[in-house]
């Protein structure tokens, strides 16, 4: 099984609203990843979780909140976005740092 | 600070010809480079990495060639056919498990 996957698909959200973006894996990988990519632009890393600690925050702002409640799953909590927030959110997984990242199909969020 | 980039944006090709998408890279203590597929609403897909060890890879009809000499990266798909349109991102694996990505190369392949 080499598949990555994310729920909800497609998700809109009003800017005081509070949702969760949803990532597993059971490759038993245990660096995880989540991307953010915006329309016709490479995906930009937000976070990177190693055996389940988060280890790299790209300087992302505080109204997004990772959380890896296990090696399988890791978890996007998202509040008080903003709709330059808006863009497809990815999620991915590798056996470490120089092996290939498997990636998920992405969430597609919008914000109105 | 340093990056990976792209020379071309779009890529027009006939089907059954051989393409050649090309990357620059700016961090010449990198050591891991890969290649990706994004087709259109879809996640991005691995199709070959190459270590810094080596020049070149082979794998299913695409080779990737890396010359460190001038921090250059090129993927090379043989026979293209319409199914290998999409957008093609080169990325390289840096300190830490970051991943940086090139600005990608949109790949047209003309029946």
């Known amino acids: 099984d080499t598949e990555v996957t994310q729920t909800p698909k497609h998700l809109v959200m009003g800017m005081t609203n509070k949702k969760s973006l949803k990532c597993e894996q059971h490759m038993g990988h245990r660096a995880m990843y989540w991307y953010k990519q915006k329309a016709k632009k490479p995906p930009e890393l937000m976070f990177v979780y190693s055996y389940e600690k988060l280890s790299i925050n790209e300087s992302v702002p505080s109204r997004f909140s990772p959380e890896c409640p296990n090696s399988s799953l890791l978890n996007l909590h998202l509040h008080a976005l903003q709709p330059e927030d808006s863009a497809l959110y990815l999620c991915?997984?590798?056996?470490?740092?120089?092996?290939?990242?498997?990636f998920g199909p992405g969430t597609r969020l919008t914000v109105t | 600070g340093e990056s990976v980039g792209l020379h071309l944006p779009t890529l027009s090709v006939q089907e059954g010809d051989n393409s050649i998408i090309n990357c620059a890279y700016s961090?010449?203590?990198?050591?891991?480079f890969i290649w990706y597929k994004q087709e259109s609403g879809k996640g991005p897909q691995f199709i070959i990495d190459i270590r810094s060890n080596m020049d070149k890879r082979q794998g299913q009809r695409v080779t990737v060639l890396l010359n460190k000499t001038v921090k250059h990266l090129s993927l090379q798909i043989a026979a293209t056919q319409p199914g290998d349109s999409a957008v093609y991102f080169c990325?390289?694996?840096?300190?830490?498990?970051?991943?940086?990505f090139g600005g990608g190369t949109r790949l047209m392949v003309k029946p």
């Open positions: 990325a390289e694996n840096n300190a830490g498990n970051m991943l940086t």
């Open positions: 961090n010449s203590a990198s050591d891991y």
């Open positions: 991915a997984s590798s056996q470490g740092r120089d092996y290939e990242q498997y």
